[in-house]
C-alpha cells in the first residue's frame, strides 16, 4: 500500500470507528497512568538540567500570571519574611487580600508559616462579623 492510500485507508477508519478509538485510547491511559508517571520521574533523574530549566519557566510563568511582575522583581521582593525574618520558603502576600491589586506597596514578603498565619486571621475576623 503506498503512503495516499494509507493516509486515506487511515482517515476513512478513523471515521468509521471513532467512538471506539476514543474509548480504546481512554482506557489505555486509565490503565498506564503509573507506568506514565514512572517515565516522567526516570526522566527528570536522567535529564536534570533540562528539569531545573522547566521549573524555572514554570515559575516564571506562575510570578507573571499570579503577580504580573517579572522575575528580577520578584526575586528581589522574597528576600526574607517582613515578620519573623526567616530566609527560606519565602512567598509574596497581597496586603488587602485583592489578588487583582498588583501594586508593589502591595505585596509583602512572607514565610509559609506567618502566610499561613495572616490567611488564619482574615478567616476568623470574617466569621466574627
Known amino acids: 500500500m503506498n503512503s ?8 476513512e477508519y478513523r471515521k ?5 478509538i476514543r474509548i480504546n485510547s481512554k482506557l489505555y491511559y ?7 508517571k ?3 520521574k526516570i526522566w527528570r ?3 536534570p538540567k533540562k528539569w531545573k530549566a522547566y521549573i524555572l519557566q514554570m515559575r516564571i510563568q506562575n510570578i507573571k500570571y499570579h503577580f504580573n511582575i517579572d522575575y528580577e ?8 519574611c517582613s515578620d519573623c525574618g526567616k530566609t527560606e520558603q ?3 502576600h497581597h496586603i488587602d487580600f485583592d489578588k487583582n491589586n498588583n501594586n508593589l506597596s502591595n505585596f509583602k514578603s512572607l514565610c509559609r508559616s506567618c502566610h ?6 482574615l478567616t476568623i475576623c470574617k466569621n466574627a462579623t
Not at 495516499?4 to 482517515?11: C, F, G, V
Not at 468509521?16 to 471506539?20: D, F, I, T, V
Not at 520578584?74 to 528576600?79: F, G, I, M
Open 4 to 11: 495516499e492510500k494509507k493516509k486515506k485507508y487511515l482517515k
Open 116 to 121: 499561613r498565619k495572616a490567611h488564619i486571621t
Open 73 to 80: 522583581t520578584y526575586k528581589s521582593l522574597v528576600k526574607q
Open 45 to 47: 533523574k536522567n535529564n
Open 90 to 92: 519565602i512567598v509574596l
Open 16 to 20: 468509521k470507528n471513532k467512538e471506539k
Open 30 to 36: 486509565k490503565n498506564n497512568i503509573k507506568y506514565e
Open 38 to 40: 514512572e517515565r516522567k
